[in-house]
């Protein structure tokens, strides 16, 4: 039992490249999520995934686009990566709206 | 936009009780508190979850007063390996719902 998988671990762009971020659950979950964590800050919401098929936007979602591709996958895209998005990103899965989340190891992606 | 609050930093001594206190004054109504906790270089690890009054699990103890406005976890008798970073999480109605984080609060154990 995996959990929640994130791919990939460490990623480096250059400015203005593109690049999907790819989440797996394996709970049966029906809400997903995708935070940001910058250096001794707390977590960012950028997007989230109530159900399968809906998706909504966050605190922090400029730059960001997902898609919630089935029950088991969410997906993050930066489709022209900037500077100021060098983070930590973590996928998340809930069973419901505010009960115990499920976290990735996280994706290390910087921006050149 | 509404926020939680809590100390940036706290530290303590092995076999001490902690006390870590969360202000939440826009909590949702029908929401929950959580906290978790978080080692450097991992995703936040799920500790304890709690409404109203107290609950208690093999590894905390969440205390919340009658007007749901703050909470307080407490670890009992810490250790070196409690040292991380704390984060409570409550639902608040502002706009609309948002589960929102607090900043984290880093615990540093000392032997």
């Known amino acids: 039992n995996a959990g929640v998988t994130q791919t990939p671990k460490f990623q480096v762009l250059k400015t203005g490249q593109s690049m999907t971020l790819q989440c797996a659950q394996d709970?049966?979950?029906?809400?997903m999520y995708w935070y940001r964590q910058d250096p001794g800050m707390g977590l960012r919401l950028i997007y989230y995934?109530?159900?399968?098929?809906?998706?909504d936007k966050g605190e922090v979602p400029n730059g960001y686009n997902v898609s919630r591709l089935n029950k088991r996958e969410f997906s993050l895209r930066l489709e022209s990566a900037a500077p100021s998005q060098t983070s930590v990103y973590f996928c998340?899965?809930?069973?419901?709206?505010?009960?115990?989340?499920?976290f990735g190891q996280g994706t290390r992606l910087t921006v050149v | 936009l509404a926020k939680t609050t809590q100390p940036i930093s706290m530290d303590s001594y092995e076999g001490q009780e902690v006390n870590i206190t969360c202000s939440h004054n826009?909590?949702?109504?029908?929401?929950?508190i959580t906290w978790y906790q978080q080692f450097p270089s991992q995703g936040p690890r799920f500790i304890i979850q709690?409404?109203?009054?107290?609950v208690t699990n093999e590894v905390a103890s969440l205390f919340i007063p009658a007007d749901r406005k703050s909470s307080t976890l407490s670890l009992p008798r810490v250790s070196l390996s409690d040292t991380a970073v704390y984060y409570c999480?409550?639902?608040?109605?502002?706009?609309?719902?948002?589960?929102?984080w607090g900043a984290g609060t880093k615990l540093i154990i000392k032997p």
């Open positions: 998340a899965s809930t069973l419901g709206a505010n009960t115990e989340a499920f």
């Open positions: 709970m049966n979950h029906n809400s």
């Open positions: 995934s109530a159900s399968e098929g809906t998706t």
């Open positions: 826009n909590i949702a109504t029908n929401d929950y």
């Open positions: 709690g409404y109203k009054t107290k």
């Open positions: 999480l409550v639902g608040v109605m502002d706009s609309n719902y948002q589960l929102i």
